[in-house]
């Protein structure tokens, strides 16, 4: 049940039964500001070009941001949206009327949005959606309600309750009541900003930095490209050593300030609830302001990952895995920013509302067989033997790289130490709710996985696998990725695992003591209420009443 109580600019729907609303006026003075910005290059290209056209380029100056204001005032009269007890309506068009409608027991997710020119006006952008991707179909969006709108909005719809604007107009209005506390999870710390250069995120912003400056040199008629050849001219007069330095140096410069910068706009204020109704709540971001609102029901997991340069300075991001959430808006259900594997740890815990790290992402696992590190090594150190003898190859061929034999014979150790990391990194555990499995080298990951949430298996076997006597455990599940495996385990244990999650699945199968024939074995379905025909190694398994 969401408040009654509104704000002075808020449109009380409760005294406006089944009436649609237009978004907010001060929309009027947002949407010509925000589309300025792209004006900016033809309104130049107005005036310095029509220098020579009399007053002309000054009337093509002006016409333009009327253009706009007239294109704003359209919009807002013609855009107006609905919250009924049924369904969630949209209709905006002049000339072509359109007219959009979710359900309301499809909506999944209802984020808030506001850049900074929304924030000075106190508005703010709601998006609806249903979780069926990145699809127009299954998005709906408000850009320009109220702030106080759009949380109410937001409650209203995650709360599965019919619409005050649907209750008849006889009918007594609850009383209202302040609207319960949400319980706090995690916060930024300042610390936390010695991860932010161990990302890959500086690099990227430097590409885009220098990709952006090329054009607009470019467009300018300014020589960037002239002004970067005479400056490695310069440095050509110099060792290679200093100039490789050099470089090294600056890009090393550009990107840990390119990184700290993405991190602190990106994960400014942030912080991480719970509701009472144990929906997780999170809101980041300095300038443009955002907030994600994760169901409780629609948690299947969560997953803490260490990529290598963020796993050597002991940190770890967390994300959750959940459906209905659009990848690209949730940045991947990020809970937690780059902070110390302790607290990714405690947040996903916290997430999945466990009072033990040790029962999710934290657990201790179960080491595979011998066998699997083999498979590693093999898989590590025969391409780097390859290297190797390449190398040899071209050094005694070609004088000038006589000296890169002996600098290859050091990916033999480097080889060795991954497939070592790989195979002290991959694991499982079965915890009482809670599948987990960790894998990984150069980016280190741990999942756990809801046990009710798995709507499926499939059981895999490669030639090399039949070979060592291993196989792969696919755990299907409708949220994140939609299958997380447990590689290179044995049969039995990976027949021992589903008979402990979905017991009777396999009444009547039992692992083979000998790996199987060599010739390909048919694949059979199984549904998870199906005994009768016990499968063998490549079946696959569903619930057709699975949890979504």
């Not at 290179?488 to 999650?501: C, F």
Request: proline share 7%; net charge positive.
């Amino acid at each position: 049940m969401t408040t009654q109580q509104h704000a002075p600019d808020s449109p009380d729907l409760s005294r406006q039964p089944g009436a649609w609303h237009r978004l907010d006026p001060r929309m009027l003075a947002v949407f010509p500001a925000k589309q300025l910005g792209t004006l900016i290059p033809v309104l130049a290209a107005v005036l310095i070009g029509g220098r020579d056209a009399g007053g002309w380029q000054l009337v093509g100056a002006v016409a333009a941001p009327i253009a706009l204001v007239l294109v704003g005032v359209l919009r807002w009269l013609t855009l107006r949206y609905r919250v009924g007890a049924e369904r969630v309506e949209l209709r905006r068009g002049l000339i072509a009327h359109q007219r959009r409608s979710l359900r309301r027991e499809l909506v999944r997710t209802v984020d808030l949005r506001a850049s900074p020119l929304h924030r000075l006006f106190g508005l703010t952008v709601v998006e609806i959606g249903t979780g069926t991707g990145t699809s127009k179909e299954g998005r709906l969006s408000l850009d320009g309600v109220t702030a106080r709108e759009g949380e109410r909005l937001r409650r209203e719809l995650l709360s599965r309750s019919p619409s005050t604007e649907d209750r008849p107009s006889t009918a007594k209005a609850p009383p209202a009541r302040p609207v319960p506390k949400e319980r706090p999870v995690a916060q930024l710390h300042l610390a936390w900003l010695r991860y932010a250069p161990l990302t890959a995120s500086g690099l990227a912003a430097i590409g885009a930095l220098v990709g952006t400056s090329f054009k607009v040199a470019n467009d300018a008629g300014v020589d960037l490209a002239g002004s970067v050849y005479r400056a490695g001219d310069q440095l050509s007069g110099t060792s290679l050593l200093a100039a490789g330095a050099v470089l090294v140096a600056t890009v090393l410069l550009l990107a840990t300030v390119g990184s700290l910068a993405i991190y602190i706009l990106g994960w400014w204020n942030y912080r991480l609830g719970l509701e009472p109704d144990d929906t997780l709540r999170l809101r980041r971001g300095l300038l443009t302001t955002r907030s994600l609102s994760i169901e409780q029901r629609r948690m299947r997991g969560a997953q803490v990952t260490q990529p290598l340069l963020l796993r050597l300075a002991g940190g770890a991001r967390c994300a959750a895995v959940t459906t209905g959430l659009d990848a690209k808006t949730s940045s991947g259900g990020s809970l937690l920013p780059p902070a110390p594997l302790a607290e990714a740890h405690r947040v996903a815990a916290s997430a999945l509302l466990l009072g033990d790290t040790s029962m999710g992402t934290a657990a201790i696992l179960v080491r595979h067989p011998p066998s699997a590190l083999r498979r590693r090594a093999a898989r590590a150190l025969l391409p780097a033997f390859g290297l190797v003898l390449v190398a040899w190859w071209l050094s005694e061929r070609v004088r000038e790289l006589s000296t890169i034999w002996p600098v290859a014979i050091l990916a033999l150790p480097l080889a060795a130490l991954l497939a070592a990391d790989r195979y002290r990194n991959l694991g499982h555990a079965l915890r009482p709710d809670y599948l987990v499995i960790g894998y990984g080298s150069l980016v280190r990951r741990r999942v756990a996985l809801q046990r009710r949430g798995i709507i499926g298996w499939r059981l895999r076997q490669s030639p090399l696998q039949r070979r060592a006597g291993l196989v792969t455990l696919d755990a299907v599940t409708a949220a994140g990725k939609g299958r997380y495996s447990v590689v290179d385990i044995s049969p039995a244990r990976a027949v021992e695992l589903v008979n402990r999650i979905n017991p009777g699945l396999l009444a009547n199968d039992r692992a083979p003591d000998t790996p199987p024939p060599r010739h390909r074995t048919r694949r059979r379905t199984a549904p998870l209420h199906n005994t009768t025909r016990p499968p063998t190694l490549g079946w696959t398994g569903e619930r057709p009443d699975g949890v979504d």
